[in-house]
């Protein structure tokens, strides 16, 4: 029978619990530690009034904690209000400071827009100036180059004028030794103290003694001058007169004597000579310095002795 109060009782706390919103097994567990039980008789000795009063004291405590939580809400409320009413003044003034910096900004870009204005102008001024000089400067340069042309064309015409004059210099100079002779192959200090004399003794050796005498026809033409009155006279040029002498057993030769210029022009042709004598082919030298080579009865003449290379 005790057994069956306690648990309608335990049965009865736990419906008023769950009235008021308790778990089951947490009231159970509250109701069941309340009782006290006699351990020899195994019966309840009394009744634990505790779990009642505690559920009373939560009650009340819930009631507090609903109003705690209703003042909560109205100072978060009143709070929002004031960080709301701090961030529009806030905003006010962060609204003022950034206008005030935009129109600084706004100034200083007008600013720097107007010096920019002034620099592309002296930019222009300075373009117009360059292109001034570049002008002139190209005048001049055209200038300075026409005045080199004419001067390498005044200077190739001067070259050609100092060659003629030079080539017609060394003519005067041969036409001025034509009464020279040029005698190789004497043997040094034949002549002593009196050249004069020994050449007068040589010669007249040379004319009592019989000797070859070879002469070559260059060329033989008229004057181009014509003539009323008498015909045009007929010109005839040997190519040289060459002597073969033996004197006192020395074989001697006998040239024209050229000037330097005509001697060096002769000159670039010595070798050429020494291979057509060891081929024994017929050569002369013409007056200046032109090669007549003679084969199979016909002759060639070389003016210049690349010429003679290119042709062989």
Partial sequence: V??????????????LHQS??????????MASRRLTWNRQTNAQISWDPAPLYCLQSRVKMGAKVRVIQKATIELKNELKKDNKDKETRLFKHFDVNFKGMLQ???????????????????INDITDQVEDVKQVFTARVETAEQLASNADEKATAANSECKKLGDRLAVLEDECRRNNIRIEGIPEKRESSSPVKFAVELLSKIIEDDFK??????AAYRTNRPSTFKPRSFIVRFERLRYEIIYENTHIRIFPDFSPATAAKCITFYSIK???????????????AKLKV??????????IFSEFIKST
Avoid: C
Avoid at 213 to 218: R, V
């Fill in 294 to 303: 003679v084969i199979e009865d016909q002759f060639y003449i070389f003016f």
């Fill in 20 to 29: 008021l919103g308790r778990h089951p097994a947490r009231v159970q567990g």
């Fill in 274 to 288: 020494q291979h057509l004598r060891r081929a024994e082919i017929r050569y002369s030298l013409l007056y200046p």
């Fill in 104 to 122: 600084k900004l706004v100034a200083h870009i007008e600013e720097t827009k107007s010096k920019l204005k002034m620099l592309a102008d002296q």
């Fill in 2 to 15: 005790t057994r069956r109060k306690v648990r309608k009782n335990r049965k009865r706390n736990l419906k």
């Fill in 213 to 218: 005498l070879d002469i070559g026809i260059a």
